[in-house]
């Protein structure tokens, strides 16, 4: 197990453990990470990660995995397994330590049972319509069930029939007996138990009946020995159940829970239902699209580990809501791609560009840096030939001011590789489109000096036409167009339709045979990575995120020509 990166962060978490372990309350520190499988996990449940495998890690303790699997109509092994491959990928191991809330089925069973011989809960036949009624809202306390007060042996009876199987599906729940005028809702009677028999993923038929959510995950975290049970602040409210469902079973192990603030991220969708809704809706093409935050398509993207521990350290563990700005983990990627990604040329929108000086079939190549930023990462060579191709969005004709690439008389800088001005500019007779410029080449100057009287003030990157590796690009963009699309009334409305543009590239010969998510840096384009599809003949490259923030100073664009506006 490694380290987590955000293990030398202080927040109030660390510092309960700290004193928890300084005063003799525990030896061991001892958490536990609790997904349910019902989805792949996100970035969400990254910070969750790193919280709970760094600080067993930190104080030399350990964090289980558990499955929180009680509900077998959501819950699928396909979940499991990518759940685990997520974990792995993000840096952590549970070691031995893997456990499923189905493990204790009869255990959890049985604590009902005591329960129920203590008088702490009943079998209640109130439909799903009267259930709502009599709990009331916060405002009002609710109205005790007509049978709170059924005899134990009842209870028991009919409890024993739902464990059996002989009941129909929200004929009866077993309830706990706490208050019913209590200002928690999660005090009025909750339900503990309902009838469920569709076929569960790991225990078959065998259980027609499934604890909730709060029952089980308290008793699966004393059965376990947690020591700290972390958990989001949706859950602070919950934390009165948890103790009272301890306390009345008087456990030998009664774990604290603690709260923090979940992880929001602007102009994204955090919430397992609505990326499912996405998924099944085919708006996207998977749990693994890398427009989703989901860890499988962040990966996909290209997205380090790295990178994502680091934004997760960065934002910090406080009890306060707030919304985590995507830009921080842009910044956190582009950081670590900088670092480790090699550079290759590539063209996207390709104009042609004839050396009419350079004698057809030569051929040759220039040395290139792998990684500026990394000396190890050593040099390739890039071949150079009499046809070229540069971006188109690298020519006018007709350029503006402070326009500094190429231009019909003009010398530019080709990187590694010389220089080039431009003589002719040759177009298509019938549309007046520019198909192709002709121009001189003159060869690199030592210490890369410009050719004498000329002013080179750019300079460009290109591919030989004749070698270039021909591959498709899927260019990502955020999914969304509004910086909180949970907050709108219809999600989906916000939809970005420009979030995928596909488009033909071409690319210096250097990536042939890259395998499924090696990364590169596209010089002066962005970050791009080998997606799962590509294959020796038809090359796919993901572009995990640009060079810059694009995004941003298209909103400070705007924000700069409303306030213009406003004065106006």
């Known amino acids: 197990m490694i380290a987590p990166d955000d293990s030398t962060s202080r927040h109030f978490i660390r510092e309960i453990i700290e004193n928890d372990l300084k005063a003799g309350k525990h030896k061991t520190v001892v958490t536990r990470f609790p997904p349910e499988p019902n989805g792949y996990l996100h970035i969400g449940h990254a910070k969750s990660m790193c919280l709970n495998f760094g600080l067993a890690a930190d104080f030399g303790g350990r964090c289980h995995l558990r499955f929180d699997d009680t509900n077998p109509e959501t819950e699928e092994t396909e979940y499991i397994e990518a759940i685990q491959r997520d974990i792995r990928w993000l840096g952590f191991d549970w070691g031995q330590h893997l456990y499923y809330a189905s493990d204790y089925s009869e255990r959890l069973y049985q604590y009902a049972l005591e329960l129920i011989k203590l008088g702490k809960a009943y079998v209640c036949t109130l439909s799903t319509e009267e259930f709502k009624d009599y709990r009331g809202v916060p405002t009002r306390p609710g109205k005790e069930s007509p049978w709170r007060n059924r005899p134990i042996t009842e209870s028991l009876e009919l ?31 909750p339900v503990l138990y309902r009838i469920n028999k569709t076929p569960h993923h790991r225990t078959g038929t065998t259980w027609p009946i499934y604890p909730m959510y709060d029952f089980a995950h308290c008793l699966s975290d004393s059965i376990e020995g947690i020591t700290h049970s972390i958990c989001t602040i949706e859950f602070e409210v919950h934390r009165p159940l948890y103790d009272w469902i301890l306390d009345v079973l008087k456990v030998p192990c009664h774990p604290q829970q603690i709260e923090f603030a979940r992880l929001n991220l602007s102009y994204t969708i955090m919430s397992k239902r609505l990326l499912q809704e996405l998924v099944n809706s085919k708006v996207v093409a998977g749990w693994d699209d ?90 390739r060579r890039v071949p150079f030939a009499r046809v070229l191709f540069i971006e188109r969005d690298d020519f006018q004709e007709n350029p503006p001011p402070k326009f500094f690439r190429l231009a019909p008389g003009r010398t530019v800088r080709l ?153 106006s």
């Open 290 to 379: 890398p427009r989703l935050p989901t860890l499988a398509g962040l990966r996909r993207r290209g997205y380090t580990p790295e990178a994502i521990r680091e934004f997760c350290r960065r934002v910090g563990v406080t009890k306060v809501n707030s919304l985590s700005d995507v830009a921080l983990l842009e910044h956190c990627l582009r950081d670590d791609l900088n670092k480790r990604s090699h550079r290759v040329m590539a063209v996207l929108n390709p104009l042609r560009v004839v050396l009419e000086n350079y004698p057809d079939g030569r051929e040759e190549t220039f040395e290139a840096l792998n990684n500026p930023e990394d000396p190890s990462a050593g040099a």
């Open 159 to 189: 409890f024993q029939r739902m464990r059996e199987g002989k009941e129909a599906e929200g004929a009866y729940v077993l309830r706990a007996k706490i208050d019913m005028a209590s200002p928690n809702m999660h005090l009025r009677d």
């Open 415 to 567: 990187r590694y590789a010389g220089f080039i001005t431009c003589q002719r500019v040759i177009k298509d007779p019938a549309t007046g489109a520019i198909k192709e410029l002709h121009c001189s080449y003159q060869p690199p100057a030592p210490k890369g000096q410009a050719p004498e009287g000329s002013k080179v003030k750019a300079t460009l990157h290109w591919v030989s036409a004749t070698h270039a590796l021909q591959a498709e690009t899927r260019l990502y963009d955020r999914l969304f167009t509004k910086e909180n699309p949970a907050d709108e009334a219809d999600f989906k409305a916000c939809l970005n339709p420009a979030s995928l543009q596909t488009v033909s590239a071409w690319i210096e010969p250097n990536v042939r045979g890259a395998q499924p998510g090696s990364r590169y840096q596209f010089e002066r384009l962005g970050y791009f990575c080998v997606d799962p599809d590509s294959t020796d003949d038809k090359p796919v490259f993901n572009r995990t995120i640009t060079l810059q923030d694009t995004w941003a100073k298209i909103q400070q664009a705007q924000r700069i020509s409303t306030c213009k506006m406003s004065k």
